[in-house]
């Protein structure tokens, strides 16, 4: 069966943070059941909907930019796809960009993690401090636990970018990190540079990806 | 503290954020009634549960009234509430729960009772009826826990007794009328109790152990409201979709209500009679609108006896035809064990193949006739061939232990028996269910006796250790929790100073089994000087039972009967009007 290959991105704010990254690819996948559109299904003695989410997201942390690819047995234009899926979906949760990827094996390959942490803090100067500190050094090593293991990341080797924004009231932590060899670093893993640790109000992360 | 920091600080917060789709959210200035409705268990519990969602829409459907949920918080969402002093709100516009019109529970199961105490508490609302005042909403309670409503009559302002679906709408008209005249609440509740299925416990007194009317205007007995036409009446098509994983997750169609099979210890099969049918061609309409309203992967065709539903073949055939392309499968609960069930299990699975189960309850043909359930062990064992020979390999049976006249031979006849199947069919695995017998009100088993603590514990022992080298996997249901579930089911209003004094020192949650702390009760009955063994004994047939003044329709003498029969291992075949009728006191027409 023909099948045609679309890459979307969504997102997701509010109130939807607090579910889970599984309870919310099933919710987006029964949206996706809801409309008319010709969605490719797995073969097999359990079919499923040929769809695949990029890194999950933990519960707690919005985002600006999260990316999903799915197959469709006919071609369908861009808008319309857009348009009948966030239908079925909150305004909490939309996607926003589609796009028609004629290479089926090309895949979705993360580049960058963006992430803008909003914090209480009462030394800015403190943290930017920290933050020159952060750039002289050569290695900064930390413990972080990932499922059952427990590893050492170098924040240095996935830190790209970081600094400090005093946008109003919000005090903003914004970072550019590398998402390499299927590692990242979670955003309450980056104040590990500090000194004096500031406490994570909220946590919007965006994912880049090669195009 | 804010809700949303709490949100970030405890367990699953996705099960208080109310953003599920089909969510139904009003302006509170746009109706002139507002409803909280209850259920006072975790929300994967409570939005599984079928008749949640009908009182929900029911409500909803109504252009004059709101509706909204509150379900159990867990722990540690209920410290946070305490301890920053918010109170209980609900999912839909995060309101109070005191600040409501009425507010009605959703009683599936007697081990949420303390619920309706801490909800109430955490909601802002006096927890006794008669501390409550004109302006407190209504505490109003329903589902088939109430069939026996006295461990909570203190609580509770007026019970409703039966299937909800043609009766809200009385109510509410009631409610609006009554509201507009400015009268007070026992003006209301003179007018309610005029419906059937209403009960207002401050409109009774109890005498002798019986529930006697107070006023010339009030029913000495209430009876159980029943749809007669179940086709015609309301069926949500457009559930709430939830977003957190639920226990239940999936579609449901309610294809039969009621049952004709007599088991004589199912509680289910007395208190929804007469057995009622919803046509294939509405169950096809329900599953195409359920589909397009929630894209749920699967639809269970609910009912007390799938076998039953008298077109099952053509059903399944009917939806297999026109769902199979959008891949969504059906499922088929309370299979019972014969070659029939096998065929319908294959025909259903043609999308997915699921796991194989049946309740068998007893071990031995003999008990087995004792509570009627009618099923042969020659046939049963033929079904499990047949189903390995299918290529079923796991396999889920259910077992009662405690069941009346049961002894140490029928668990010896069953060990037996489960070691021929797993001789006669080479790779199998049985998982092997086993709980307590617990004796419910309104059934022919409503005197027997809850079976004794060493008897389970040394029936359990004998099991574990003879099913010790085989092909099983052996669950055995908590002994604690259905004791206290016995207690209550057969519960009168002195059991109500035992729950507040439990509640009082922070027993939550009995159903689970993490959260039960029987020391809790133990201490609770020992203060009240209550003995707990008074409500687990054997009852007299002439004895005056709590729930006498509750009527489900079928007739003492019918439970009497059929008690008789049991204890002389006498089957009553199947119910069928017109054909076959052991006038249990129901009318079909």
Known sequence: ?211 | MDINDILYNVKNPGRYIGEEFNIIKKDWKDVKLHVALVFPDLYEIGMSNLGFQIVYHLFNRRNDTLCERFFHPDLDMENYLREYNIPLFSLESKKPLFEFDIIGFSLSYELNFSGILNILDLGKVPIFSKERKEKDPIIIAGGPAVLNPEPIVPFIDVFFIGEAEESIDELVEIYLDWRNNKESKFELFKRWVKLDGIYIPSFYDEEDRRIKPKYYFVPEKIKRRIVKDLDNSYFPTKPLVPLNSIVHDRGMVEIMRGCQRNCRFCLAGYIYRPKRIRSVEKIKDCVKELFKNTGYEEISLLSLSSNDYPYIEYLIDELNKEFSDKYLSFSLPSLRADKFSLELAEKIQKVRKSGLTFAIEAGTERLRKVINKGLKTDDFLNTIKIAYEMGWRKIKLYFMLGLPTEENDDIKELINILFRISKENKGILLHLGFSVFIPKPHTPFQWEKFCEREIFEERKKYILKNLKRGPFIIDFHDYNMSKLEAIFSRGDRRLSIVLYSAWKMGSRLEGWKDYLNISIWEKAFKENKIDPQDYLGERKLDEILPWDHIQTGVLKDFLIKERERAYKEIETPPCEWGEYCEFCGISHG
């Open chain 1, 1 to 211: 069966m023909d099948k045609y290959k679309y890459r979307l991105c969504y997102y997701k704010k509010g109130n939807i943070k607090f579910v889970g990254f599984i309870d919310l690819t099933r919710f987006i996948i029964r949206a996706l059941r809801r409309t008319n559109l010709p969605v490719h299904y797995s073969c097999g003695f359990n079919p499923q909907p040929r769809i695949s989410f990029s890194i999950p997201i933990p519960v707690g942390v919005e985002s600006k930019r999260e990316w999903i690819e799915i197959y469709l047995s006919k071609k369908i234009s861009e808008k319309y796809i857009l348009e009948e899926w966030n239908r079925q979906l909150p305004i909490e949760l939309q996607f926003y960009e589609c796009y028609y990827v004629e290479d089926l094996k090309d895949k979705l390959d993360v580049k960058f993690i963006n992430y803008e942490l909003e914090i209480f803090h009462h030394d800015i100067e403190l943290l930017l401090k920290d933050i020159g500190r952060f750039y002289n050094l050569k290695s900064y090593n930390i413990l972080v636990r990932r499922g059952e293991k427990i590893k050492i990341l170098d924040l240095k080797d996935f830190i790209n970018e970081i600094e400090i924004n005093k946008n109003k009231d919000k005090i903003l932590i914004i970072a550019k990190t590398f998402y390499k060899n299927n590692n990242l670093i979670r955003g309450e893993e980056i104040i590990n540079i500090f000194t004096y640790k500031p406490f994570i109000k909220n946590q919007v992360r965006e994912i880049l990806i090669n195009v």
